[in-house]
């Protein structure tokens, strides 16, 4: 079993910040990408960002210059770091890992998705 535990969700005023942390646990051989999702009600779940274990990054055009993703290896994490933030930035977000995890005697990749922590934007 592996499962994906997000923080750091909450309601903040237009312009501000948050960081969102995820924390991945479970039987991990490898975490080879983890990244960040976001879902409107009513709408499909779109990429935000994601991060190899490499330290490769990739962005949505419409958070590049404001969001930051990072991630810690050794403790199996990956960080939101959002700024300036925007009403249109209101959704829940879900951390995502593709990860290889294995039973003693096969290594299979594996994604696994967060349930999701609700950042809201509003004055």
């Known amino acids: 079993q592996v499962q994906l535990v997000e923080s750091g969700g909450g309601l903040v005023q237009p312009g501000g910040s948050l960081r969102l942390s995820c924390a991945a646990s479970?039987?991990?051989?490898?975490?080879?990408?983890m990244g960040w999702y976001r879902q409107v009600l009513g709408k499909e779940r779109d990429l935000v960002a994601t991060i190899t274990s490499g330290g490769t990054t990739n962005y949505a055009d419409s958070v590049k210059g404001r969001f930051t993703i990072s991630r810690d290896n050794a403790a199996n994490m990956v960080y939101l770091q959002i700024n300036s933030l925007k009403s249109e930035d209101t959704a829940v977000y879900y951390c995502?890992?593709?990860?290889?995890?294995?039973?003693?005697?096969?290594?299979?990749?594996?994604?696994?998705w967060g349930r999701g922590t609700l950042v809201t934007v509003s004055s």
């Open positions: 479970g039987t991990i051989f490898s975490i080879n990408i």
């Open positions: 995502y890992a593709l990860i290889r995890t294995t039973n003693g005697i096969v290594i299979r990749p594996l994604e696994v």
